[in-house]
């Protein structure tokens, strides 16, 4: 099966994809003896031989964590400032990278893990693989919101996918919420929900599919087994596609009908051609606005008495 060769350099733990194509620009990559230069290159590890800085690459074993992201990691492996990062939480020498992201603010379940592969069939919409978050707003949610939210709503990068809200309940004068969706965008349940009016206290994901924190404490993780995610290698064999109404979900705003111009304004509105040649289409009425009355007595004085 072939790749690309930056991707493939970066599911072998070799660097990023961005630093792999930086390698593959200086000519540090060989494919079967020959340095290749050009980006989007692709090689099939199964046939090809493949080096870097003339050590033969080879591909790594596949390892797969959950993890529960306590608050204030950055789900990142690059961070300049020197923050908390959650790899940091996981004991592995192999490079691994967190499959789609939470935001700092944001704890809960995250998978980590050198597989590209599958970390693309679980983060990307297309495959719609659910998570299962947790949320807690202030104040109350009206019935109308939540209906808002589970059609979708429209953001600054489309509209989201319907979502399914359930188990609202209060805690204080705050409400809890669960919410089931399977896209990923950046901090998309925070602007779903201000989009609506309401405001999150608090983002908590728990489950990815059938994978669960339960009993997993903040800050710790686990190996997980090749067959608790069944589900997501299902999805890539069987050449997942789309529902018609998750697909449906997704399109883009539609352009609003241009607005009829008025006479005088330079253009005209088409026509619709008549029904038959024989039929007088009837006279259409003057546009724009109807002309001025005239001021004053508009009938005739009658003569007075002539004087004397």
């Known amino acids: 099966m072939q790749e690309r060769l930056h991707k493939y350099l970066a599911h072998c733990g070799i660097a990023s994809r961005r630093e792999c194509e930086t390698l593959i620009e200086e000519g540090r990559v060989e494919v079967n003896g020959s340095v290749v230069t050009r980006q989007g290159t692709k090689v099939d590890p ?3 031989t493949i080096a870097v800085d003339g050590e033969m690459v080879k591909a790594e074993r596949k390892v797969y964590y959950l993890v529960n ?4 990691y950055l789900c990142t492996n690059d961070d300049e400032r020197g923050r908390p990062r959650v790899v940091d939480l996981v004991r592995e020498d192999k490079r691994i990278y967190t499959v789609g992201r939470l935001d700092e603010d944001s704890e809960g379940l995250i998978l980590l893990t050198n597989d590209g592969t599958l970390a693309n069939v679980i983060s990307h919409p297309r495959y719609e693989v659910d998570k299962t ?5 202030r104040g109350n949610v009206h019935p109308d919101s939540v209906r808002k939210v589970e059609q979708g709503v429209w953001l600054s990068d489309g509209k989201t ?9 209060r805690k204080g004068p705050n409400t809890l919420v669960t919410v089931t969706l399977w896209e990923g965008r ?12 309401m405001r999150v206290q608090s983002l908590e994901r728990t489950a990815i599919g059938p994978l669960r924190t339960d009993g997993l404490p903040a800050g710790a993780f686990r190996r997980v087994d090749t067959r608790e995610l069944a589900f997501a ?8 596609r789309p529902t018609a109404k998750k697909k449906a979900a997704t399109k883009k705003r539609p352009a609003r009908p241009a607005k ?3 006479a005088g304004s330079g253009t005209t509105t088409p026509s619709t051609p008549s029904t038959s040649s024989s039929t007088r289409a009837a006279p259409s ?5 109807p002309a001025p009355k005239p001021r004053g007595r508009t009938a005739p004085r009658r003569p007075g008495r002539p004087r004397a």
């Not at 290698?233 to 997942?240: D, E, Q, T, V």
């Open 46 to 48: 199964g046939v090809d």
């Open 69 to 72: 992201k306590p608050r204030g």
């Open 133 to 137: 978050y947790k949320l807690l707003i």
């Open 161 to 169: 996918a319907p979502a399914h809200v359930r188990r609202i309940t």
């Open 186 to 197: 950046n901090r998309e349940l925070r602007r779903i929900f201000a989009k609506v009016g």
């Open 233 to 240: 290698f299902a999805r890539l064999k069987s050449g997942w």
């Open 260 to 262: 009829p111009t008025q």
């Open 285 to 289: 009425k003057p546009r724009g606005r």
